[in-house]
């Protein structure tokens, strides 16, 4: 069974740094895109970054220039690096992989448990 955790939450001060981790686990034939996703209270999930397995990146408007994405398709792990963290970052962020289990099965998304980021002084 396919399995996405994640790591690397944690408090920090405004204008600070986290990195994330995502590590993949399971019987995986082929990880398509992967990704971040983050949910504020009382707000919907949303899209903050995500990579395909060719290198192209995708990014929200409110981290461009701050989040960088990166993924080693080697480990099948997949990172966010967040920098000038503002408080409104401060969310539950969730890993995300469109992968398929095999070569004949149909792809698929995946989610982690989320791990929450608080930016606050």
């Known amino acids: 069974q396919v399995q996405l955790v ?3 939450g944690g408090l920090v001060q405004p204008g600070g740094s986290l990195t ?10 082929r990880l398509y895109v992967m990704g ?19 290198g192209i990146t995708n990014y929200a408007d409110s981290v461009k220039g701050r989040f960088t994405i990166s993924r080693d398709n080697a480990k099948k792990t997949v990172y966010l690096q967040m920098d000038s963290l503002r408080p ?3 969310a539950v962020y969730y890993c995300y992989a469109d992968l398929s289990v095999d070569e004949l099965g149909a ?7 989320g791990t929450q980021v608080t930016v606050s002084s």
Do not use: M, N
Not at 20 to 29: E, K, N, P
Not at 36 to 54: I, N, S
Not at 107 to 113: K, L, P
């Open 6 to 8: 994640e790591s690397g």
């Open 20 to 29: 994330l981790s995502c590590a993949t686990s399971g019987s995986i034939f």
């Open 36 to 54: 971040w996703y983050r949910q504020a209270p009382g707000k919907q999930r949303e899209l903050v970054a995500t990579k395909t397995r060719f």
């Open 88 to 90: 409104e970052d401060t």
């Open 107 to 113: 792809r698929g998304d995946y989610w982690g448990q």
